[in-house]
């Protein structure tokens, strides 16, 4: 009987079962990725999801972030046994691809796919948080569930002046979020970032 009320509790606590997708570190790698690639973040491939996933070409221990908070370990290395990168259902976080490190610090560029989940994985209780996000600068915040529609409101208006100053020559802005965002006016782009030397 313990063992099943255990087994209950720890199913509830952590739906998807424990994780450690430290949303620092995976801030930390963006800007490490930008440093070497003249300021661009990851760009450039079929999804925002797959792009994103191009950082562990420079840090390999980003793998295990990105299943975020509720996708197996396994599926992701499923994916990238198939085709080296990952896509909409083997990567946890959206991600807005097409960001500069020194376009506004306030533009969130990574947020959870799945809403109410604590920095490892575990159920938050109430219902008060709704999405945990990255913004360009590597903050970190939780976003509430009343907060919610206003953060968008900022997104959209951020991202629709950062798309205004670009050329036509400059990598799209693109994102894996459309429910909120709406959809993308940008097909993906064909060239991938350079590294630089």
């Known amino acids: 009987m313990a063992g099943t009320s255990l087994w209950g509790y720890w199913r509830y606590t952590y739906p998807y079962g424990y994780s450690h997708s430290c949303s620092k570190s995976l ?3 963006l800007r490490m990725y930008a440093d070497d690639n003249f300021g661009w973040l990851p760009h450039g491939q079929a999804t925002a999801e797959a792009s994103l996933s191009t950082l562990m070409k420079s840090d390999d221990t ?3 972030l990105l299943r975020g908070k509720h996708i197996q370990q396994k599926v992701v290395d499923q994916a990238l046994r198939r085709d080296g990168v990952l896509g909409p259902e083997s990567c ?3 991600y807005v691809e097409g960001l500069r490190e020194d376009d506004d610090p306030q ?11 604590w920095h490892n994985g575990n159920r938050r209780s109430g219902s008060s948080i709704m999405h945990e996000i990255i ?3 590597g903050a970190m915040e939780f976003i509430s569930r009343e907060r919610w529609p206003e953060f968008v409101a900022e997104q959209k208006k951020l991202l629709a002046d950062t798309m205004a100053k670009r050329s036509k020559s400059d990598p799209p802005i693109r994102w894996s979020d459309e429910a909120t965002l709406g ?15």
């Open 107 to 117: 533009t969130a560029v990574i947020w959870d796919k799945v809403t109410g989940l």
């Open 135 to 137: 913004r360009l600068d």
């Open 62 to 64: 980003v793998r295990n």
């Open 92 to 94: 946890g976080w959206h």
């Open 27 to 29: 801030g930390t790698s």
């Open 183 to 197: 959809p993308n006016v940008n097909p993906p782009s064909p060239v991938a970032p350079a590294r630089r030397p």
